[in-house]
């Protein structure tokens, strides 16, 4: 009997395989048209173990399909088992909608039917990956990464046709690629793209969410931003390799959608709630912050990770996976170094290999874990924001600094793993980084209580917006120096898509709600010359990038009167070093001085 799970066609018959070990009874649920509406026809599932299955003699390519599961309704104990409650498959690949919100999804006994998203039986044959599988990905190391909320990025972009503006396909039109291009882009990291849900407060507030860190089906492709579904993700991903740009998918296997206890049931939850962390007490672990937790202790829910994994790998040809809060994937409750998901990973023949990106924290007990990750994982390092984001603003040390620039072999050793940058999608913007002090948050819909209090930040006079000359020439000065610094140093870097000509979010530092030209790039406002400022220094990298791999051995730091000595590094308010690489293959230098709000490379 096949282990797959899923649907899936062979030989002109169509199987169904679910995994329900507590269900007294699974249905497969068929729908007459290809808007998932019309009739509906239910199949009694067969247990085979822990797995139910059904087969049925006919094609049913592109057929609409639900789940509906019977059983102990007993939410206190983890039993949520309402055949009311239709529920998406977790192996799906492709939807008919998008999820949506409502009361009817938390309340036993109501039919969702009619609001939730159906799955689509996928094809046969999957065309082959635009690269083939056993061939590594490029070795992005030393290059830039690129940040892209999907949606946003085109919304507004006058050169993609409308019908394509904010979706996967918009980022193979020649627009987007000429300014990747231009950029010297490494590699794209996509916000996720995988099917989400708006978390229950956003509806009422007439809010959405605009990040997608909320899936419920985790490899199935939001139809919204990727209304082609996998052949338009596999297409893009052609289109962006024949650029020699990689793809790297930001996925969320920390929690899902389904929330908290008042949560809806959707798919995992109605069909087997061990998928979720509970502490001794049978409480919901909430170790991601967002009412649940995936339980990567439990061999299923690692499994079903690898899956998406190879799924996406094998069928849409990315060359990696950036993962959201990624000390989840570790925990088992605590965090380990050699929890079975990185020994599972790279075992695998088929992701060994891939980029692999950690967040290295989550909000639970012992969850910050920067530098924790295997050998052969990159890792965020927020350490290296901050430090330089102190040094620019007056407060920060010159040994801090220094030793980001020099890839933070405090933290990662001599071959670095860091990617290192300034701003990111949460949090402020590059630019607003230098014009707020403070967050303004109030679009959200929480009182502007929502999101970091402290951000590093300064807005060099003024709060927000102004035309003082003066004002204006400090931050031209900062942002130039920050970015200098980003480009100069040892690692790989990223940028967020628009941060290189100025990209504002009116001081949102947490806009995940803001579906709107808050968070959509707004093309016809970038500031150009701070692009071309920006594409220079990313040429200059790569045309170096393999130097920015490892810090070189052999080199000197001087101050202005010769080489730095201890008093120099812990002299207070020190704002000037100077670096000089003796190695010939490498005539590598820079120059740094706060008083002049400057780095120069040499």
């Not at 509906?68 to 055949?83: C, I, L, N, Q, T």
């Not at 904010?166 to 794209?188: C, E, N, S």
């Amino acid at each position: 009997m096949s282990r797959r799970l899923g649907a899936w066609v062979k030989a002109g018959e169509t199987h169904f395989a679910v995994r329900s070990p507590l269900a007294s009874q699974v249905w497969l649920c068929l729908f007459a048209d290809e808007k998932g509406g019309g009739a509906e026809t239910r199949h009694a599932m067969r247990r085979d173990g822990e797995v139910w299955r059904l087969e049925l003699p006919v094609d049913l390519t592109g057929g609409r399909y639900g789940l509906r599961a019977a059983g102990e309704w007993a939410p206190e104990h983890g039993f949520w088992f309402d055949p009311a409650k239709l529920l998406v498959d977790p192996y799906a690949q492709e939807l008919d909608r998008r999820f949506v919100q409502h009361p009817s999804l938390a309340q036993y006994g109501a039919d969702t039917a009619g609001i939730v998203p159906k799955a689509i039986i996928p094809k046969a044959i999957v065309p082959g990956p635009p690269r083939p599988v056993d061939t590594a990905p490029p070795d992005i190391r030393g290059g830039l990464i690129y940040e892209i909320n999907v949606r946003g990025f085109t919304m507004l972009h006058p050169d993609v046709p409308e019908a394509q503006r904010g979706t996967v396909a918009a980022l193979a039109q020649p627009a987007a690629l000429a300014h990747l291009r231009k950029l010297h882009v490494t590699a794209v990291e996509l916000m996720p793209i995988v099917a989400w849900i708006d978390e229950r407060h956003l509806p009422p507030l007439g809010l959405r969410n605009a990040w997608g860190y909320n899936p419920v089906a985790l490899m199935a492709l939001d139809p919204g931003l990727c209304p082609g579904g996998v052949e338009e993700l596999r297409e893009t991903v052609a289109a962006l390799h024949a650029e020699g740009i990689a793809v790297i998918l930001d996925l969320v296997f920390n929690h899902t959608g389904e929330s908290d206890t008042q949560g809806g049931v959707l798919s995992l939850r109605g069909l087997d709630d061990a998928a979720y962390a509970k502490g001794p007490d049978g409480a919901l672990i909430n170790d991601a912050g967002t009412g649940n937790t995936l339980d990567f202790a439990n061999p299923w829910v690692r499994r079903l990770t690898l899956d998406a994994m190879r799924h996406f790998v094998s069928a849409c040809g990315v060359d990696g996976f950036r993962f959201d809060l990624a000390t989840v994937l570790a925990r088992g409750p605590g965090f380990s170094p050699q929890a079975p998901i990185f020994g599972q990973i790279a075992a695998d023949s088929l992701l060994a290999n891939r980029i692999l990106i950690a967040e290295p924290w989550d909000v639970g007990p012992g969850g910050y874990q920067l530098g924790a990750f295997p050998p052969h994982w990159l890792e965020w390092n927020d350490r290296f924001r901050d430090d330089v984001r102190r040094f620019w603003r007056g407060d920060g040390s010159i040994g801090a600094l220094a030793t980001g620039l020099a890839g933070s072999s405090d933290v990662f050793g001599a071959d670095c793993r860091s990617i290192n940058f300034l701003a990111a999608h949460d949090g402020f913007t590059l630019a607003d980084m230098l014009a707020y002090a403070e967050r303004h948050n109030h679009a959200n819909g929480e009182d502007n209580r929502d999101g970091h209090g402290e951000n590093v930040s300064w807005n060099n006079g003024v709060e927000g917006p102004s035309d003082d000359p003066a004002v204006l020439a400090r931050r031209q000065a900062a942002v130039r120096a920050l970015l200098s610094t980003l480009f100069a140093s040892t690692g790989t870097v990223m940028l967020t898509a628009g941060d290189e000509f100025g990209r504002s979010q009116q001081g949102n530092n947490n806009a995940y709600a803001q579906d709107n030209p808050v968070t959509w790039v707004d093309w016809a406002g970038r500031d150009l010359a701070l692009e071309d400022y920006v594409a220079g220094l990313a040429r200059w990298r790569a045309e170096r990038r393999r130097w920015f791999t490892q810090f070189p051995q052999a080199g000197q730091w001087l101050s202005r009167h010769g080489p730095m000595t201890v008093a120099d590094w812990e002299a207070a308010g020190a704002g000037y070093v100077a670096y000089r690489s003796d190695d010939p293959a490498r005539p590598y230098g820079f120059e740094v001085d706060r008083e002049a709000s400057s780095l120069q490379l040499r």
